[in-house]
């Protein structure tokens, strides 16, 4: 688990985790509840979620530096 905390307090957390089986590969996914946003998706044997009570399109921006940087 990885969070980062903006001067105002709100957070965005990234949760890694291994995937049980084979190694797959899955597209982006977007799921809210609540305040609530996440993305998450499976990249080989590892799954992702970023996930915080953020709108949509901070999210969204975090999401694709992330994923840029974890693919370099």
């Not at 890694?16 to 044997?45: L, M």
């Not at 799954?47 to 399109?57: M, P």
């Amino acid at each position: 688990m990885f969070m980062y905390q903006d001067e105002q307090g709100k957070r965005l957390t990234l949760y890694v985790y291994r995937t049980a089986g084979e190694a797959e590969d899955t597209a982006f996914q977007y799921a809210k509840k609540n305040s609530v946003q996440a993305f998450y998706w499976v990249d080989g044997n590892l799954g992702y979620v970023l996930t915080g009570a953020v709108n949509r399109s901070v999210i969204s921006r975090a999401v694709r530096v992330l994923y840029d940087q974890l693919n370099g």
